[in-house]
């Protein structure tokens, strides 16, 4: 049968439309990437595996409290040990903790990227900013009170006492120093708020600690920097700078300080479960002196939100 040349465009139209369409459908029925989920290990049914058998976890820690992986400089305050802890989660609950610790988080990165461990001690974001790109599935099953009983950790946008920048809107045309990608509070938080404000620094760069972002003030090479709210008792910037001399202009949204995450993957729910009970059992009143605080809570609602933004 000869096909007229009418027929033969009718019929490409008709197959292109029908392409058109199918993938039209194809791409509605995709999930689209909502970027991150909930963190908090929040079960919603079922029960905790008995403490019957033996339970051994593989767990890495970077706490700025704890007195193995902070600066010697805030000894005084970054005192806590796990020891009390591991040892009563043992006898109680037949739950061992094997702890290694690390003294500088990008020391942990590679440990995280290829789940040598069963969970982490550290602030969320050091876990999840590595998750997306490789398929990490870690949820948090408790959070860390500090040695004052704070659960939450804001990034602050700091200015020197004698600073004219009294508002946010007063950074338009200023230079701000704020912290790398892998501090949520110090980078992504803070950048968010700028832009979600219409506010443009003159100039924007960055600095790995808060105690650089302190001297970058103390030395006028930037006119606001944004720093961890701890900064002034808990990091090395207590020993070079005094608090009178600052002001915080603005306050980033609480996320948790401090988190107990474990690897879902290679944790069960019904061992996260038993985890979770025991950690709240040895926590308030029975919290062990060497924690420095009431212990551990039930881990606070935290969706993360990275900038993304090209700078």
Known sequence: MRLTLKTLTGLLLAFSLFACISVTEHKHNQKPDIGFEETAFIPCCGEPAPDTEPLTLKIAVNDTYCKATACVCIHNVAAREYEDLQQELKEKHNINLEITYFEEIYHLEDKI????????????WNVYMLSKAHDLNYERVADIKDAFNNQWLKGVFLVPEDSPVQTLEDINGKVLVAGEKDAYEKYHQPLAVLD?????????????SCLECINELMDKNAEVAVVSDYVMFASCAVDVANPDDYRIIYETEATPLTSLI????????????RLQKALLNVSNENSPETMLSDGFVKPAKWTPVPYLKTL
């Open 113 to 124: 990227k290829s789940r040598e461990f069963d969970g982490v001690i550290c602030k969320p």
């Open 196 to 208: 979600n404000k219409g506010v443009q620094p003159g100039k924007i760069y960055h600095k790995s």
């Open 262 to 273: 474990i690897d879902r993957d290679k944790v069960s729910k019904e061992d996260a479960m």
